[in-house]
């Protein structure tokens, strides 16, 4: 484990690159989403959201596959094999003349796509701990962030030079040339003393060592319950934008704007974590949270949008308190669970992602004339989500808050 005040700026930048791929895989087919409805003839906007949502699907699951390969073989060749898969996956989307699957090769994609997703989480955690991790956490997403910045804005202009496949061989290269570089510089970070040893009942005892763990239970429901009502607002914002709104040409800059708003919160976090602590910066974000999506709720309960201007200032500020969750509930999930990094990190990955899925698909459906719904979903799950931390505040005193 590397010392707690000291990182290589490469591993952060490199971590952050393996998620982004995931990102760029979702990001950037947004502005898409109208032309490939229509190159496959899908006319109701909801199954569209599909292309988003579905992929989740892929990440949830297949990181119970790779997590627990990766405590007994190693980090490294557990990545390539699941970017194989996104390989497979790709070239199955941008040959398929059917929606259906097409959304079978988008839930591959997230299957393959969970490998470097979830084992950079497992290299962080083999490397880093306590509030010292959650600081690493940050700063990888921080860079992570830059990836919705530019992604939509992107896809849009790769769809006007060419078409839709386009954003596809697109991520394939940008994809490989981020496998070039963790092939070429980062080390393995899992040593062969301390792998776990294959066998048929490591799944099974993984699951039984994480369920010990009640905080890191807690914080991974947290987590669904954060990233489902979160990727709402993903699957629906070209919706919202592009329909509700008419600003198609803008949707890019504005989707853009929103990220930053979570880059910058990440980049605060990064600065304050070691000081205040995870627990603590993460409970007074979920109450704002909470809070926030209550009051657009109470304001525009009637369900006609507010102006342009003033959803985007909730939408920022609800953002903006995310951008102080992510990185903190994933530490506070991983922190006790260092001796099994790769299936706690499938593990956390996993459950968040199955209950995201669903929320989201559900929610989703009713975001069509209004965004009221959504806020309504934002406002559900926050206060979960509180309710959940005031438990789990009461009852755990270990962690440094």
């Known amino acids: 484990m590397q010392n707690n005040n000291t990182y290589k700026f490469e591993f952060v930048a490199l971590m952050a690159s393996l998620m982004s791929i995931v990102a760029l895989s979702i990001d ?10 229509y190159d496959l003839g899908v006319t109701n906007p909801a199954d569209k959201q599909l292309l988003i949502t579905m992929i989740f699907l892929g990440l949830g699951f297949g990181q119970l596959l790779f997590g627990p390969l990766s405590d007994s073989f190693g980090r490294k060749p557990i990545v390539y094999i699941g970017f ?8 199955i989307c941008v040959t398929t003349k059917s929606f259906e699957v097409m959304i079978l090769g988008r839930i591959l994609q997230g299957f393959g796509l969970s490998s ?47 078409n839709w496949k386009s954003i596809f061989h697109f991520n394939l290269i940008f994809g490989v040339l981020i496998m070039l570089w963790f092939w070429l510089r980062q080390p393995e ?35 669904g319950f954060i990233t489902g009502s979160f990727l709402v607002y993903l699957s629906t914002s070209q919706q919202i934008f592009q329909e ?15 990220a930053i708003s979570v880059g910058l919160a990440t980049f605060l976090n990064s600065r304050f974590v070691v000081k205040y602590g995870m627990l ?10 909470a809070l926030i999506s209550v009051l657009y709720v109470v304001l525009f309960s009637s369900g006609e949008n507010p102006s342009i201007t003033v959803l985007l200032s909730f939408f920022a500020l609800q953002f903006f308190a995310v951008g102080f969750l992510f990185g903190n509930l994933r530490a506070l999930a991983m922190q006790p669970l260092g001796h099994i990094a790769g299936i706690g990190a499938a593990l956390n990955g996993f459950v968040s992602t199955v209950m995201a899925v669903p929320i989201a ?29 005031i438990i789990v505040k009461r009852k755990v005193t270990f962690i440094n808050a």
């Not at 939509?152 to 769809?159: E, F, H, K």
């Open 28 to 37: 950037a087919l947004l502005p898409a989403l109208p032309e490939i409805g």
């Open 84 to 91: 194989l898969v996104f390989i497979v996956a790709s070239i």
């Open 116 to 162: 470097p997703r979830s084992l950079s989480m497992s290299m962080i955690r083999d490397s880093f701990s306590g509030n010292y991790m959650a600081k690493i956490l940050s700063i990888v997403v921080m860079f992570f962030i830059l990836v919705p910045v530019v992604a939509p804005t992107l896809g849009q202009l790769l769809l006007y030079l060419f």
């Open 189 to 223: 970070t899992l040593p062969k003393s301390k792998r776990i040893k294959f066998n048929s009942r490591l799944f099974i005892d993984g699951v039984k060592e994480f369920f010990k763990y009640k905080e890191a239970v807690a914080f991974t429901m947290v987590s």
């Open 244 to 258: 509700q709104y008419n600003l198609a040409e803008m949707f890019p800059y504005i989707f853009a704007s929103l």
């Open 280 to 289: 603590k910066i993460a409970f007074v974000s979920c109450i704002a949270y």
């Open 361 to 389: 698909n559900y929610i989703g459906g009713f975001v069509t004339t209004s965004v009221l719904p959504l806020f309504i979903g934002f406002s559900i799950f926050g206060v979960l989500s509180l309710l959940v931390f």
